[in-house]
């Protein structure tokens, strides 16, 4: 089964079909095809796993987990629905933040936050001057 797909620039691009991705010597064999599904599903397990270990680490978790599910979708539908989904809201997401109205709201929150924290800065100097706690009283 394929499903049609509008792309950036009018182009109709089909996406690949769902289900598994075996070899085809794996998927002659329902035992081999289990062992061979349950050892994807732990390997995706892992790479997931470790990606929700660096979510709050400095480390890229998110690109991890996403690795993970690209694991999993090598055998899992739901797992390759997934992945269709998150790349249809993140390309709909790019295409809002270039819409010019979008990105003039966003550099005009950024300076606002800037001269805000600006303001506070000057504020928090003025009353409490520059000393270091390491300086010499």
């Given at each position: ?6 792309e ?19 998927r002659k ?10 050892g ?5 397990l892992?790479?997931?796993?470790g990606?929700?270990?660096l ?5 890229p ?10 694991i999993w ?9 997934v ?8 390309a709909?997401a790019?295409?809002a933040?270039l ?23 000057g ?5 409490y ?9």
């Amino acid at each position: 089964m394929t499903a049609e797909s509008d792309e950036p620039g009018g182009a109709v691009a089909t996406e690949s079909r769902l289900g598994s991705r075996a070899p085809a010597f794996v998927r002659k064999s329902a035992p081999l095809h289990q062992v061979w599904r349950v050892g994807v599903f732990v390997v995706g397990l892992a790479v997931v796993a470790g990606g929700v270990l660096l979510l709050p680490l400095p480390g890229p978790g998110w690109v991890v987990i996403f690795g993970g599910m690209a694991i999993w979708a090598t055998e899992f539908v739901w797992a390759q629905r997934v992945l269709r989904w998150t790349r249809r809201k993140v390309a709909d997401a790019a295409r809002a933040a270039l819409d010019p109205r979008v990105r003039r709201r966003n550099l005009l929150l950024t300076a606002a936050g800037v001269i805000a924290l600006a303001g506070l800065a000057g504020c928090y100097l003025w009353q409490y001057g520059l000393d270091t706690p390491w300086a010499d009283s």
